[in-house]
């Protein structure tokens, strides 16, 4: 199954950024987790299909209607066998 690493810069804390993901995540049937990074910017690990990872991905650049996004890197990694998407 491919699984994906994002970054996610700019004002993404503070904005239900991490709920509206794993909202989104779930709809798309991902499994994973997004986190908060001491920087101020967010870490997202899913896995799931292609499709659902691509949808997520673009749904990342701009994110909740609160949020400012700046920037979003993305990197494959080896997925891990989740079963769900939790907020870390």
């Known amino acids: ?3 994906i690493n994002l970054r996610v810069t700019g004002s993404v804390q503070g904005v239900f950024y991490r709920a509206a993901t794993q909202e989104k995540a779930k709809e798309l049937s991902l499994s994973g987790w997004v986190k ?3 920087d101020g910017a967010l870490e997202i690990f899913a896995e799931g299909s292609d ?4 949808e997520l991905t673009n749904w990342c650049h701009h994110g909740p209607d609160t ?6 890197e993305i990197k494959e990694v080896e997925e891990e066998g989740l079963k769900s998407f939790e907020i870390v």
């Open 1 to 3: 199954m491919p699984a």
């Open 36 to 38: 908060n990074c001491p």
């Open 51 to 54: 499709e659902a990872l691509t």
């Open 67 to 72: 949020a400012e996004v700046d920037g979003v």
